[in-house]
T-cell receptor
Framework: EAQVTQNPRYLITVTGKKLTVTCSQN?????MSWYRQDPGLGLRQIYY???????DKGDVPEGYKVSRKEKRNFPLILESPSPNQTSLYFC???????????FGSGTQLSVL | AQSVAQPEDQVNVAEGNPLTVKCTYS??????LFWYVQYPNRGLQFLLK??????LVKGSYGFEAEFNKSQTSFHLKKPSALVSDSALYFC????????????FGSGTKLNVKP
């Protein structure tokens, strides 16, 4: 089954403790992206990747890092999480320009 | 700046009645527009898209959307609502210059009552 898999689904952590949210897709998509969803703000793009070793900033990249060492994986790294990064995070992938995005089920992160 | 706006936080409609979820866009050119739906505890699912051509776009689950260039709108519609259509709906636009960037609206919660 074609899918985007994120882990974990829920994560509670404390300020400053490094964490990684994993994302994997099995559709051989070149493009992958991370979003955060906050009430009243919709989804905002954090980072995206056009292919292996090619990444770029979205609209809200501060406090986040990403890497793309393999085509299928695109982890999101928070090196020193802060409470304002408490949010619902989604990973997405796409087969080509102009095509729809496939989303993972989301990761609810709480930073205390 | 490119953006989309969803003016209604919530839309309430009775089952069997037509529904409309509104979206307006702000781009200086020909937009690529999308609608996605989010069910509770799930990721977003694609409903339909407009790139070019016919202004009335048909999508999944009986939904359609009408592109109106003069009013810069892309409203989502369905002739007869189902209780199972209750969900959060997002309008999105792709950046005209950077095809890798997308801008989403704030979302509209659709409540369909039996």
């Amino acid at each position: 089954e074609a899918q985007v898999t994120q882990n974990p689904r829920y994560l509670i952590t404390v300020t400053g403790k490094k964490l990684t949210v994993t994302c994997s897709q099995n559709m051989n998509h070149e493009y992958m992206s991370w979003y955060r969803q906050d009430p009243g703000l919709g989804l905002r793009q954090i980072y995206y990747s056009m292919n292996v070793e090619v990444t770029d900033k979205g609209d809200v990249p501060e406090g986040y890092k990403v890497s793309r060492k393999e085509k299928r994986n695109f982890p999101l790294i928070l090196e020193s999480p802060s409470p304002n990064q408490t949010s619902l995070y989604f990973c997405a992938s796409r087969v080509g320009v102009g095509e729809k995005l496939f989303f993972g089920s989301g990761t609810q992160l709480s930073v205390l | 700046a490119q953006s989309v706006a969803q003016p209604e936080d919530q839309v309430n409609v009775a089952e069997g009645n037509p529904l409309t979820v509104k979206c307006t866009y702000s781009v200086s050119g020909n937009p690529y527009l999308f609608w996605y739906v989010q069910y509770p505890n799930r990721g977003l699912q694609f409903l339909l898209k407009y790139i070019t051509g016919d202004n009335l776009v048909k999508g999944s689950y009986g939904f359609e959307a009408e592109f109106n260039k003069s009013q810069t709108s892309f409203h989502l519609k369905k002739p007869s609502a189902l209780v199972s259509d209750s969900a959060l709906y997002f309008c999105a636009v792709r950046d005209l210059r950077n095809f890798n960037k997308f801008y989403f609206g704030s979302g509209t919660k659709l409540n369909v009552k039996p």
